[in-house]
């Protein structure tokens, strides 16, 4: 969830939104937000003073918020890795810096108006479409805001939209820029290629010492040995804390009972199944096999190849047909009969039946116990988390805890932070990629937070050691950088070659004729456009594609490491109507980038001119992160 929410971040819609905020850190400087001060104000806009308490309110509602996203408590760590301090206090600057414009213009609201606005607030209106005030106050209440806070807010939100209207109200995209757009965006080419693999250069034979020592020295960063560390991890989940001793063969008898489905293979049918327009036509079939007609005659009267009547070996769970499974099982090896279907009368014969397997109990009796004692222990984990917690806080050690409430602590020897040892191998880690991952954010000596595992646990973990990162001597990999150096020459060759290509092209010499020199074959695209995708050609072919006009010639880098050399063949210009609704939908879109851009600008510039300055200490104290690491 939360790696979906830091690619959610790269989207361009929320780099819009973060531009201001992006903008506005430029503008202060480092010097303003080193800021000292009174602690009850965190940031002054001009004469515009923001309570540390409205930025601990709006900072507490947007961790509140990602908590229910992700079903559990959002760490200090966590929230900054998100940027979530940074937004908040971004739009609350932003909304300081327009308020204060708005003061200085004389802006303001009445009132009435303001009330109309509320009222007709399409999310306050009740079943009978009118304002509904406990509708209101409910949701203000979900919200965590009270009335006073919700009309100040909504009357410096109306402050805002009239300074925005005023700078971008009515905004529309000219067609020209419409027509370049969607000329950018949806035309299409062809080109013609030829596909140059690795094995076209030369050979690059044996480095001499002096070579892969140069080439060594330049790379040396490609074959440094990495970070490895060793950390011990409690993992306390279902699994683990269960007690499989506490349940009895009865109980697990009885679970064996209930899953009839499980621990073995049902029996399957091989079911012949014809579909007949009517009652008559099915028997006169059922006569006809009785008599000694090939079902593959059947089957011709009615225009279908031989096998199609065969629905092969099937369960009774694989027939759709409920009517058609309930005979088919309750019928003979060899039996023929005919059965009002769902589409109709339906022939069945059936011709193979293999019976149901099943697993003795006793061989399924330890498997069963596990999980039942598993599924019983899942409601003592959260318990068990505040116990740990509180042994923790309590000075006892991860040994000591895990001692006491008989969870093994694991030991994972030197890995790095892939999972992988020195040798290659990858050792299981006890909580998967979030112990991982935590173990190397960690430091030595201290006491990480727990992560948590799969949603039904939680996991622990102390580093003990780590192994600094280091270059490795050239004799240490001698293999890998020779193997590497030849990469590197048989790409350098390919670039030259390719080139040497491009350049006959562009001198006058076909496409065609230069394969033949080369025993390469010429190949057509299908039409394409920017960004999109098309068989034999990579993104970077597909972007050279559109570095000319017809007639460009370019080289980019091919499948399994070979180059490719095009030819821009053909261009094709999309139709341009701007009233009808794709056009109007993009242009919508773009006015919309255009003045947030444009605002982008307006709140930078008058961040500039008012000053800005951050209370860091209290920033600090709120977000919980220390001022010297920001960690």
Request: net charge negative.
């Amino acid at each position: 969830m939360l790696d979906q929410m830091r690619r959610g971040a790269q989207t361009w819609v929320a780099k819009i939104l973060i531009g201001i905020l992006v903008a506005s850190f430029a503008v202060w400087g480092v010097s303003g937000f080193l800021g000292g001060g009174a602690t009850n104000i965190i940031v002054t806009v001009g004469d515009t003073e923001i309570p540390t308490a409205r930025f601990q309110q709006d900072y507490a509602r947007a961790i509140q918020g990602y908590t229910r996203q992700i079903g559990r408590a959002l760490s200090p760590t966590e929230a900054a890795q998100l940027g979530v301090p940074q937004q908040v206090l971004g739009r609350l600057i932003t909304e300081a810096t327009m308020s204060e414009v708005a003061n200085g213009l004389g802006l303001g609201l009445s009132d009435a108006e303001l009330a109309r606005q509320i009222k007709t607030d399409p999310s306050f209106q009740g079943a009978a479409g009118n304002f509904d005030r406990e509708r209101m106050r409910m949701l203000l209440q979900q919200s965590d805001l009270t009335e006073a806070q919700y009309v100040e807010a909504m009357f410096g939100l109306a402050e805002r939209r009239q300074i925005a209207d005023g700078l971008i109200g009515g905004l529309e995209t000219p067609n020209t820029y419409l027509e370049a757009v969607n000329r950018y965006q949806n035309e299409e080419r062809t080109v013609r290629y030829l596909t140059l693999p690795p094995s076209a250069a030369p050979a690059p034979g044996e480095p001499t010492d002096e070579a892969l020592a140069t080439y060594f020295e330049a790379n040396k960063a490609q074959f440094r040995a990495p970070e490895y560390r060793t950390f011990a991890v409690m993992l306390a989940d279902p699994q683990t804390i269960a007690d499989p001793a506490s349940v009895s063969d009865d109980e697990a008898r009885a679970a064996y009972d209930r899953a009839s489905g499980r621990f073995g293979t049902p029996e399957k049918r091989r079911v012949d199944q014809i579909v007949f327009p009517d009652r008559a036509a099915a028997d006169a079939a059922v006569a006809a096999l009785a008599t000694g007609t090939a079902i593959d005659a059947i089957l011709a009267e009615r225009g279908l190849k031989p096998g199609d009547a065969d629905l092969g070996l099937v369960a009774k769970t694989d027939l759709i047909d409920a009517a058609v499974a309930d005979a088919a099982f309750a019928m003979a090896a060899g039996e023929t009969r005919v059965v009002d279907g769902r589409f109709g009368p339906v022939l069945l014969r059936v011709t193979e039946i293999a019976p149901s397997a099943r697993q003795p109990f006793d061989e399924v009796k330890d498997t069963l116990k596990q999980e039942i004692a598993a599924e019983r222990a899942t409601a003592d984990v959260a318990s068990l988390y505040d116990e740990v917690e509180d042994a923790r806080a309590g000075g006892s050690t991860l040994a000591e805890i895990g001692e006491r409430f008989k969870i093994p602590l694991q030991t994972v020897q030197a890995v790095d932070a892939t999972g992988a040892t020195a040798d290659g191998t990858k050792p299981a880690v006890p909580g998967g990629t979030a112990v991982l991952t935590g173990a190397f954010d960690a430091d030595p000596g201290t006491e990480p937070d727990p992560v948590q595992v799969d949603r039904r646990g939680f996991a622990w973990f102390e580093v003990s050691d780590v192994i600094p990162a280091r270059d490795r001597t050239l004799d240490e990999v001698r293999d890998p950088v020779v193997a590497a150096w030849r990469e590197a020459e048989t790409a350098l060759a390919l670039d030259k070659l390719a080139t040497d290509v491009a350049e006959r092209i562009r001198g006058g010499e076909s496409i065609d004729a230069a394969a033949t020199t080369l025993n390469a074959t010429v190949a057509t695209s299908a039409p394409f456009k920017r960004g999109g995708t098309v068989d034999g050609l990579t993104p970077q072919a597909v972007a050279a594609a559109f570095s000319g006009g017809t007639g460009t010639v370019a080289t980019a880098p091919a499948q399994d490491g070979g180059r490719t050399v095009l030819v821009v063949d053909q261009i094709t210009e999309p139709a341009f109507f701007a009233e009808t609704p794709e056009m109007s939908e993009l242009g919508g879109e773009l006015s919309r980038a255009i003045g947030n851009s444009l605002l982008t600008d307006y709140v930078t510039e008058m961040e500039r001119t008012l000053g800005v300055a951050v209370n860091q200490q209290a920033f600090s104290a709120v977000v919980g992160l220390d001022r010297d690491t920001g960690s």
